[in-house]
């Protein structure tokens, strides 16, 4: 099974900061479409996680602008530009290329 | 726009069977293109993809190892939803469920999530 690792576990912002979250996966994650399949989500509390990022940098619809993502292979990172108070939450990645699906340990957000 | 929209028991006697559906609107459980997926959620084990089933000019399905002994996915044409069945289930099974939709590159879709406790 390929294996997610997310850092940092918790993570506090202040409003108008920026702020970054890091994922390794244990194998690569570049298929040989040119295609990285890595996807981000935000669980808020009491709902189901929300697709933010798909194909590694692709922003799924209605996401703003000030989340985006980078990285290739086996790293990758989530950024958000100017944090807000909205984005409170428990952020996932996770690697839909091969089964099992797996997921991160997930990285808390949360305002100073 | 998709939806899909969870039905199940929220509490199951241990040793019985989890029994939970998927409804989908907005798209088939028959597309040739999307994945439909079972997900659950537990404080010891995070998010745990259990299985999916898709259609490819037949059914298929894939489950997990941790699993693979005792569940079941199906799909129903019928009426556009697709089922969760676990068997012999014990108090680690106690979870939130989730069933998804993967779409390109992602699971795109979720239900809202059926919190199911297995307890006597």
């Known amino acids: 099974d390929i294996v997610m690792t997310q850092s940092p576990l918790s993570l506090p912002v202040t409003p108008g900061e920026p702020a970054s979250i890091s994922c390794r996966s244990s194998?690569?994650?570049?298929?040989?479409?040119?295609?990285?399949?890595l996807a981000w989500y935000v669980q808020k509390p009491g709902q189901s996680p929300q697709l933010l990022i798909y194909?590694?940098?692709n922003r799924a619809s209605g996401v703003p602008d000030r989340f985006s993502a980078s990285g290739s292979g086996t790293d990758f990172t989530l950024k958000i530009s100017r944090v807000e108070a909205e984005d409170v939450g428990v952020y996932y990645c996770?690697?839909?290329?091969?089964?099992?699906?797996?997921f991160g340990g997930g990285t808390k957000v949360e305002i100073k | 726009q998709v939806q899909l929209q969870q039905s199940g028991p929220g509490l199951v006697k241990p040793s019985q069977t989890l029994s939970l559906t998927c409804a989908i609107s907005?798209?088939?459980?028959?597309?040739?293109?999307?994945?439909w997926n079972w997900i659950r959620q537990s404080p010891s084990r995070g998010l745990e993809w259990l299985g999916r089933?898709?259609?490819?000019?037949?059914?298929?399905?894939d489950y997990a190892v941790s699993v693979k002994s005792r569940i079941s996915i199906d799909p129903d044409t019928s009426k556009n939803q697709f089922s969760l069945q676990l068997n012999s289930v014990t108090p680690e099974d106690t979870a939130v469920y989730y069933c998804?939709?993967?779409?390109?590159?992602?699971?795109?879709?979720w239900g809202q999530g059926t919190l199911v406790t297995v307890s006597s």
């Open positions: 194909l590694g940098s």
């Open positions: 907005g798209d088939s459980v028959s597309s040739n293109s999307v994945t």
């Open positions: 089933t898709y259609h490819r000019s037949k059914w298929y399905n």
């Open positions: 996770m690697q839909p290329l091969q089964i099992p699906l797996t």
């Open positions: 194998q690569s994650l570049l298929d040989s479409n040119g295609y990285n399949y």
């Open positions: 998804g939709r993967r779409g390109a590159g992602a699971i795109d879709y």
